[in-house]
């Protein structure tokens, strides 16, 4: 059997900004650029137009710094392409590494190179390269990571081995470049790296002065390749079909785009965003480096491109700079092209409220945008990608001083796919803290275009209400509050958890939420309390005029009966999103049985509601599984992550039980532990599954192990503590798994321990409410500090055999 794991679905094009990561005239493969390619492939953007090459000398005094071999050390290489352009290659112990053009290198308009990593190794082709690669020119005299290993670094040859197919005259009139021998029409030659600039002039003058079949190519010289030395490894294969990759006249035929911006102010712009081949981002991926540039060009196959960038009337670094967001989703690029992004006839987003609160709102807009392109590749910011969209420059809230957000209306597209979103994020009073009062997410998906217009007026009537109770978990010492209150919100295209909502006051509050297209939306509640893991609630689509009540963290923690998500929303490394939520409605059974496996995605933390969850978090737990009496497996006291569990069953009908016991990091001295005893056989009658559940191999039925949870139903205060001295109801409620039908015929006891389970007293009958829920009255003593926490332990069994032990230490405080 094939199972489905309830890892996060990676996106195979994080969609990135590309450019905006790189440093003009270097980058790291180790960018914030390599986000934005699949992990086997990195790119990193170009960083400045190619000009005219001045010369430059080879400077041996870095040999001094090099660093071959040391173990347990960076080594650090000097390398010189055939082009004259000179690079730092810096490799870590664990073989990453990081390329940088040497500043000595730079001309005056400053190096422009792509750079990606494929195989492990790292490539760096020059602008000046681009159209000859895989045509003319061998890929492999860019692969800085082979031409070290094949010791074709400056500190160890002065030389590049080359094999040019070409007669020699043609081969000897090339810069830099001496025959020692002929065999045919193929010449072996040398390129002396300190002339090399020389050919990289050459290339960059006939690409400049020739466009369609000429582009590409140089006269009676049909290819250049990398001559591997005696002795050196062999080259690796080149990636991505390069090695098939034809120049103009034999496949693609490259052309000179160039890009220029008008400013609002009417003055000449400064971009920030990318430049993308809409049939593949690979084919062509560039961008506009922060913090911003002028008019650029860029050579690029023959096409339709999506050139999308923020234009600003001065540097991003200028606070009082003006944006508007200008795309031009399919330029058609079949000769030299100009293109001029003009942000003059931007319209304004503005979203307000048509009945304001009397408190002064705080404000955060945001737009994101994704450019997807035929073979998925994406650029833009995605919902999620909060800090890109503060490096675009298309956030605007106080820090900034609320600029505000504008954009060039657009047409749909018809090849890939384009996703636009303009969101809004108000608070009263203030932007978190003990001040803050209700806050508003208000989203306005606009499909796939910026319509002419963003200005909208939300009634109070289309507004969801969402009224929430939280609780503070019980501690003896002081609490600064629950750590945040907010939403996700998944889209067709993303998920985002926009908007204010951090360290709100304990206790009853209410915020709101909205969306334009209700249909399109799907929402998800999230409480971060004082202690322990962030609890998120079920996902569900609302409704305008809608009212949702919910309660958090109250009792103690108890392992959920929702059923688990199968995609998960993830944030990556620098606050990027880490992970697509193609399908977030899409669920796995909590325990079912398929075969002889039983697979069990335990939830842990879960509080008073049973769909309330964590995915995550606990750092000690214990897993127990026994078969007929006799034990089947342990996992020992370790962090046991929900993966799933695979439960040997028996092929035939048996009683089992399973025991888990958990203990957050922050509540080291509360640990729960659930017992469960139930019997299950292979010919159990299949699970009745709602089309938005699957079993965990959904090739197969499966059938419910027939488990029941225990969610506590205490009446207790926002900072989880009763009253001492006076009688209280022990309430609960006893359930199956979501999407399985109510147990029948429960009935249950409970016990109480004031010495944190060391005794327990005699089990008390719960009485069955009229609600379904179950309620044992006991009587607190007088507080003492011996006596001042409550651990509470339920005993329940079905009709059918079914039981289930609840115990949670330290359950709830006493108040003094």
Not at 253 to 274: E, N, Q, S, W, Y
Not at 295 to 321: C, Q
């Amino acid at each position: 059997m094939r199972f489905l794991r309830n890892q996060p679905a990676r996106a195979a094009a994080a969609g990135a900004a590309l450019a905006l990561a790189a440093v003009t005239g270097g980058g790291g493969a180790g960018t914030a650029a390599d986000l934005a390619t699949p992990p086997d492939v990195r790119i990193d953007a170009p960083q400045s137009p190619p000009g005219d090459r001045a010369d430059h000398a080879d400077h041996a005094d870095h040999a001094d710094h090099a660093d071959h071999g040391a173990p347990g050390r960076t080594r650090t290489s000097t390398v010189t392409l055939l082009t004259g352009d000179r690079f730092r290659v810096e490799t870590a112990e664990d073989g990453t590494q990081q390329v940088n053009l040497l500043p000595e290198a730079r001309d005056a308009a400053g190096g422009t190179f792509s750079q990606f990593s494929f195989g492990g190794d790292t490539y760096v082709v020059p602008s000046e390269a681009v159209p000859y690669v895989g045509g003319t020119i061998d890929l492999s005299l860019f692969n800085v990571s082979y031409l070290v290993r094949a010791e074709l670094d400056d500190e160890r040859s002065e030389t590049l081995p080359v094999k040019v197919t070409a007669t020699a005259a043609k081969a000897e009139k090339l810069p830099a470049t001496s025959v020692s021998a002929m065999a045919g029409d193929v010449a072996k030659a040398k390129v002396t790296k300190k002339d090399a600039d020389g050919l990289g002039k050459l290339l960059a003058q006939r690409w400049r002065g020739s466009d369609g079949a000429a582009t590409g190519t140089l006269p009676g010289v049909e290819r250049i390749e990398l001559a591997v030395p005696k002795g050196a490894p062999q080259p690796p294969a080149a990636p991505l079909g390069a090695g098939t990759v034809k120049t103009s006249g034999k496949g693609v035929r490259f052309h000179r785009l160039t890009i220029d911006a008008i400013g609002r102010d009417g003055k000449p712009g400064v971009m920030l965003g990318a430049v993308t081949n809409v049939a593949d981002g690979q084919l062509a991926n560039f961008g506009f480096a922060y913090p911003g540039e002028g008019k650029k060009s860029f050579m690029v196959p023959e096409g339709t491109y999506n050139i999308m960038a923020s234009v600003l009337t001065g540097p991003a670094t200028d606070l009082s700079s003006q944006m508007a967001l200008v795309t031009k989703p399919e330029v058609r690029v079949s000769g030299s092209t100009t293109v001029v992004l003009d942000a003059r006839a931007a319209v304004p987003y503005r979203a307000n409220l048509e009945t304001p609160p009397q408190a002064d709102l705080q404000r955060l807009d945001a737009f994101t945008f994704l450019r997807t392109t035929a073979a998925g590749d994406q650029s833009g910011v995605k919902p999620a990608g909060l800090l890109y969209g503060l490096l675009w420059k298309t956030i605007s809230y106080p820090p900034n001083g609320n600029p505000g957000l504008f954009a060039i209306p657009t047409r749909p597209v018809t090849k890939g796919r384009f996703d636009f979103l303009a969101m809004t994020s108000l608070a009263e009073n203030a932007v978190s803290g003990p001040e803050m009062g209700s806050t508003y997410e208000l989203l306005f998906p606009y499909g796939g275009a910026v319509p002419a217009s963003m200005t909208h007026t939300v009634k109070a009537a289309d507004l969801t209400t969402v009224r929430s109770v939280l609780h503070d978990a019980p501690s003896d010492s002081g609490s600064e509050g629950p750590v945040n209150r907010h939403n996700f919100a998944y889209l067709p295209w993303g998920w985002t958890d926009f908007g204010y909502g951090g360290q709100p006051v304990k206790g009853e509050r209410t915020d709101y939420v909205y969306s334009s297209r209700p249909d399109q939306v799907i929402w998800q509640s999230i409480m971060g309390p004082d202690r322990g893991a962030r609890l998120h609630g079920p996902r569900r689509k609302l409704l305008p005029g809608q009212v949702v009540k919910e309660e958090w963290n109250r009792g103690p923690d108890v392992p959920s009966n929702a059923a688990t998500y199968v995609q998960r929303a993830q944030h990556g490394m620098l606050g990027t999103a880490d992970s697509e939520v193609r399908d977030p409605l899409r669920q796995v059974c909590v325990a079912c049985r398929q075969g002889d496996l039983g697979m069990v995605y335990l939830q842990g933390f879960g509080d008073s509601d049973p769909l309330h969850f964590t995915e995550w978090g606990w750092t000690s737990s214990e897993l127990s599984f026994h078969r007929d009496g006799r034990p089947a497996f342990g996992t020992g006291y370790q962090k046991y992550a929900p993966g799933p569990e695979s439960l040997p069953l028996l092929p035939h009908p048996a009683e089992y039980r399973l025991k888990w016991t958990t203990a957050h990091e922050a509540t080291p001295d509360s640990p729960g532990t659930t017992e469960w005893t139930f019997r299950s056989g292979p010919q159990d009658a299949a699970a009745a599954l709602p089309d938005s559940v699957q079993c965990a191999d959904p090739s197969m039925p499966c059938s419910f192990l027939p488990l029941l949870f225990v969610h506590w139903d205490l009446a207790l205060d926002h900072d989880s503590r009763a009253d001492a001295g006076r009688s209280f109801d022990v309430g609960f409620r006893v359930s199956r798994q979501e999407h399985q039908a109510a147990p029948a015929g429960v009935t249950a006891t409970a016990e109480v321990s004031y010495d944190d389970g060391q005794t327990w007293s005699e089990p008390k009958a719960a009485t069955r409410k009229a609600d379904g829920t179950f309620t044992a009255p006991i009587t607190h003593p007088d507080y003492a500090e011996a006596v001042r926490w409550v651990s509470l332990r339920v005993k329940a069994h079905d009709a059918d055999g079914s039981t289930v032990t609840q115990t949670n230490i330290r359950a709830y405080r006493l108040n003094s």
